[in-house]
């Protein structure tokens, strides 16, 4: 009985890999219409202003979602240790408000997120867009943050008080390394989420020296007077190979992380 099941779940899954290959095949394939490698080569030398506009594409994805993982793993750690092992009034309350924030589309916010990055003089410039992007998933971070915090026994916290340790040592020296499923987790979502974003990018660049990635397919299916679509594909191919990269380089972590946190307690 339990090697059909195995096998039904491996054909179901075989069948999902499948669907979603094709779409990725049917771009790649596109992407080499025509011109082959030429299409890629013609994409990376488009110059706006004698500005290499895809590398400086690329750069400007790796600032904003650097700056953006940053700020929310930063605030995301502290903030669900806080909710999670600290006693404050009103931390259930707190803690629900928050996670409210994060049923709110993104859309729903754009004209008064417009209108205060517009007062605080930050609109096209790369600040606006971390910060943006960082309150959007923080709500994320800290629900999956305290959910693995509460996994861990308050015993050991109170071990290392005795022994002298403040709550940001604690928090420091004995949350965070028993931590790894969960930083990983949200390293990997927040990398993928932020690099992907394309409201954001799309309404803070003003400046086309300051688009990211995301923004290319745009620029090259719309802006060259006629519809190139192995260029378009080609520039949709280039901005997935940073996700899978940096998939494949974390999915063994991903995995180690889940054994620690299985053979954690």
């Known amino acids: 009985m339990t090697k059909r099941r195995n096998r039904i779940i491996q054909l179901c899954l ?26 890629y080569t013609d994409v990376f030398d488009t110059k706006i202003n004698n500005i290499l506009i895809l590398p400086k594409m690329i750069s400007n994805s790796f600032a904003v979602t650097g700056g953006t993982i940053f700020i929310v793993m930063v605030s ?31 859309l729903c916010t754009l004209i008064p997120n417009s209108l205060l990055i517009k007062a605080l003089g930050l609109r096209g410039s790369y600040l606006s867009m971390i910060l943006l992007l960082a309150t959007a998933n923080i709500p994320l971070a800290i629900l999956i943050f305290k959910g693995n915090f509460d996994s861990i026994p308050s015993s050991y916290l109170e071990a290392a008080r005795m022994d002298g340790c403040t709550d940001l040592k604690g928090f420091l020296y004995v949350i965070l390394p028993m931590s790894k499923p969960a930083i990983v987790n949200v390293l990997v979502v927040l990398f993928i989420q932020v690099w992907n974003d394309f409201q954001i990018p799309l309404v803070f660049s003003t400046n086309p020296e300051k688009y990211t990635l995301t923004l290319a397919p745009t620029f ?24 899978v990269v940096f998939y494949i380089l974390m999915q063994d972590k991903i995995v180690e992380g889940m054994s620690i946190g299985g053979l954690k307690e």
């Open 14 to 39: 075989t069948i999902g890999a499948v669907i979603w290959i094709i779409p990725v095949i049917a771009a790649i394939r596109v992407s080499f219409k025509n011109g082959g490698f030429k299409n």
């Open 76 to 106: 995301a750690t502290l903030a669900a240790y806080a909710f999670s092992k600290l006693k404050f009034k009103g931390r259930k309350i707190f803690f629900v408000l928050l996670l409210s924030c994060y049923a709110i589309p993104m």
């Open 220 to 243: 090259f299916g719309l802006t060259q007077n006629r519809l190139d679509l192995p260029h378009l594909y080609a520039s949709i191919v280039i901005i997935a190979i940073p996700v």
